[in-house]
T-cell receptor, first 117, second 113 residues
Framework: GAGVSQSPSNKVTEKGKDVELRCDPI?????LYWYRQSLGQGLEFLIY????????KSGLPSDRFSAERTGGSVSTLTIQRTQQEDSAVYLC???FGLGSNSKYEQYFGPGTRLTVT | DQQVKQNSPSLSVQEGRISILNCDYT??????FLWYKKYPAEGPTFLIS?????DKNEDGRFTVFLNKSAKHLSLHIVPSQPGDSAVYFC????????????FGQGTTLQVKP
């Protein structure tokens, strides 16, 4: 079946503008995650959605970052008033969730490379 | 505070030889560990995992070893192939946690023909 898809693949924006990044998880996956990878760094957790539960937002770096997941499927990560330090690859992943034997195996999309100029 | 560390940013190995990638962690509450492989311009792909109740898990050419007392795990690739050239990330999680994986910084493996 289709994997996790993300759009756009690349986004260049001016400092101070808002951006929206989209993620389509694998069908049937109840859990969805956002991470970001800055240059030369590992993956940094941002936010986690599991079914209808309240999301775990503990990784969001500031209140300029927000995410929503509509209908338990597609998710949008929004960054308001972008700053240069927001430049990174933003990765989305999905998984079967905590009720599955393979609950920790997360499947990643190709990422969105965000460049703030 | 880097809870998962991959202290070698890069590794170069000859085709056919063994590749050993190392990972250390500081949080003793971690009890499940995963390795991911990442090619340029692609998302990470799951490779192999191990629960803390085991000390070894093998899948084809890939074996992960876990030393809980040392808080250390390693990924062995035997024999190494040029197609294995990628960035390898180890990740850790606390069982029953929200699914938030804690990743290391990654090790770039180059397998030379």
């Amino acid at each position: 079946g289709a994997g996790v898809s993300q759009s756009p693949s690349n986004k260049v924006t001016e400092k101070g503008k808002d951006v929206e990044l989209r993620c389509d998880p694998i069908s049937g996956h109840t859990a969805l995650y956002w991470y970001r990878q800055s240059l030369g760094q590992g993956l940094e957790f941002l936010i986690y959605f599991q079914g209808n539960s309240a999301p775990d937002k503990s990784g969001l770096p500031s209140d300029r970052f927000s995410a929503e997941r509509t209908g338990g499927s597609v998710s949008t990560l929004t960054i308001q008033r972008t700053q240069q330090e927001d430049s990174a690859v933003y990765l989305c992943a999905s998984s079967f969730g905590l009720g599955s034997n393979s609950k920790y195996e997360q499947y990643f999309g190709p990422g969105t490379r965000l460049t703030v100029t | 505070d880097q809870q998962v560390k991959q202290n070698s940013p890069s590794l170069s190995v000859q085709e056919g030889r063994i590749s050993i990638l190392n990972c250390d962690y500081t949080n003793s509450m971690f009890d499940y560990f995963l390795w991911y492989k990442k090619y340029p311009a692609e998302g990470p792909t799951f490779l192999i995992s191990i629960s803390s109740i085991k000390d070894k898990n093998e899948d084809g050419r890939f074996t992960v070893f876990l030393n809980k007392s040392a808080k250390h795990l390693s990924l062995h690739i035997v024999p190494s192939q040029p197609g294995d050239s990628a960035v390898y990330f180890c990740a850790a999680i606390r069982e029953g946690n929200t699914g938030k994986l804690i990743f290391g910084q990654g090790t770039t493996l180059q397998v030379k023909p």
